[in-house]
């Protein structure tokens, strides 16, 4: 029942502590003009063992990419260059850390929905790193996209009920969790008063123009303001004002749809019948869309956090626009106010921009909590002349009008997808991470679409030029004037594929190492493209995937273009969420999904244990888990 999960979404998320991680914006826009100063100014302050300590004594830089490639791999384990050691943390069912409340993970799934709502979820994906002192103890925060109901229960879902619906609601959200260096490597701190969990039940309130809105009314909540938890959360981007941004993708899964989808139904995915995959609807009825029609548009938002404080309530910023969101990664115009950049990871979707109105202001989330209230949302064309234009999702303006179906900025907010169809954006072969370079360009990787140029699909474009697009592209674009900028150029970075491949539309263009399926995508304080694939079988014939070995990070020079492969992830992984702490000497990234397939999801009862990774327990079963990648010398990663 779960067969075409895969297939469906195949998935990943985003965004850095880099350059863009200034806490004030005022002294980011003076750091713009020299990026030597501005990392050295901007790391400073955090610790011993800054980036500025890479350069030689003579004052030369390292190359870019430093490290020695790794080979294509098929082995269950992490691989990673000569020089380099790595370490398992934080794996699903482990204690947050919430004080007098941490129960043992059970290696047989066993334990309970609220033990696991206060354990590390499943299947994790975006991650951010927050210092607390410096590279030497910080928060962990990340997303737990979903679960694999096969591995969450002892039984699998041979039998199904109230108790396991609330198990796998407690698997998803977010963890926060608080980490530090000790005795030569790095451990959760546990109790810590920053631990936290916030799942598929806790509630997030909502803000911005469509709050309140007739659509996002239930009842349970007649006011629209209040919604009960945040559910896929895929990659993930990271304020400078300090908060954590959860982007909420493949929600329509979750629901079972009515017997006649309206049309707005039908355009966010809602079918009729038993959703793909989730059992939820049986034993909570608010999924089940044909008794409660207006809470699958209570998903698919941008949800602020702020890690610092658990008692917060998550905020789902509907300015934002609602969408299939993949990540959401801010930069900073030099007057000092965020653009947020986001893809809407699905077939023939779109690339999104959101420019604040106001300014960023010293002083963290209290300072900024309405920043993400009020701005423009665009939305992106690509011309075939090699220029773009940002189209805005505004009410009022264009065809975005009552007669077309759009009573207010709210009902353009909620119908993001059908506004950007009338605004004739460009339909794009499934936009996952977004990050920026140190030279201003925006990098956006298309995963893959086989269905361009199918029959009855939208043909290839200059953006979009490969029919049957089974290995994906990086596409990347430069703003005209400042991030704000409504025009720009663009140029694809790379075609991804095999240069070994016999066939044309496989081959690609990487210069380098073979990969395919881009997915997660980073730009770290040197300036490295880390770029993590997500291939499956249901994207590319099974033959395309033996070459290809299991999923991989490579790093790419975005000057030169070329790509090195620099770990590859464990049988039935993918590879996800990156993020450092600021001196570049610790990289962490997740594991999700050890062991899957599609096949093993298509039998949700007996899963087929294609990894054991990481325990390799006869008892266990595969986790998803955080990898720390250190250099063995302690020296800075890539170097
Ligand atoms: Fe959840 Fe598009 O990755
Ligand atoms: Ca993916
Ligand atoms: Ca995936
Ligand atoms: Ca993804």
Known sequence: MAKDFAAMEDSNRSSNPSIHDVS?????????????????????????????????????????????????????????????????????????????????????????????????????????????????????????????????????????????????????????????????????????????????????????????????????????????????????????????????????FYFKGPERPDAHQRRWGLRPGDPVGYRWHEFDERFDASKHPNEPNRFGWVVEIDPLDPTMTPVKR??????????????TTKDGRAVVYMGEDARFEYIYKFVTRDRIRPGGFAANHELLDHGTLYVARFDADGSGRWLPLVHGQGPLTAAAGFADQGEVLVKTRQASDLLGATKMDRPEWIDVDRDGWVYCTLTNNSSRGGAGQPAVDAANPRANNTMGHIIRWKEDGDFDGTTFRWNHFVLAGDPANDRADAKGNVNGDAFACPDGLWVDARGVLWIQTDMSTSAMGKGDLARLGNNQMLAADPKSGEVRRFLVGPVGCEITGATATPDGRTMFINIQHPGETPSERSDPDQPRRISNWPDFRADGRPRSATVVIRKADGGVIGT
């Open 318 to 331: 509907t300015a934002l626009g609602r969408a299939a969101h993949e990540g959401a990664t801010v930069a």
């Open 24 to 252: 004030d914006p005022a002294r980011r826009t003076v750091l713009r003009g020299g990026l030597g100063l501005a990392v050295t100014g901007l790391l400073a302050p955090l610790g011993a063992g800054t980036l500025a300590g890479c350069a030689t004594a003579g004052g030369t830089a390292p190359p870019l990419l430093g490290f020695k490639g790794v080979p294509v791999s098929t082995a269950d384990a992490v691989t990673v260059p000569e020089g380099y050691v790595t370490q398992v943390i934080a794996a699903w069912g482990e204690p947050v850390g919430v004080a007098g409340a941490m129960p043992a993970f059970r290696f047989d799934a066993g334990n309970t929905a609220a033990e696991q709502a206060l354990q590390l979820g499943m299947h994790h994906d975006g991650l951010h790193y927050y210092p607390l002192d410096g590279s030497r103890r910080g928060l962990l925060v990340m997303n737990h996209e979903y679960t694999d109901d096969g591995l969450l229960h002892p039984d699998g879902m041979k039998t199904w009920g109230a108790e396991k619906v609330r198990k796998a609601q407690a698997a998803h959200g977010v963890s926060v969790i608080e980490i530090e260096w000790k005795d030569g490597r790095w451990q959760q701190v546990r109790p810590s008063r920053h631990a936290r969990r916030i799942t598929a039940a806790t509630p997030c309130a909502f803000s911005g123009p469509a709050a309140g809105h007739a659509l996002l009314r239930t009842a349970a909540d007649p006011a629209g303001r209040i919604v009960l938890g945040t559910l896929n959360n895929c990659a993930s981007g990271k304020t400078p004002w300090g908060t954590y941004l959860t982007c909420e993708e493949n929600f329509a």
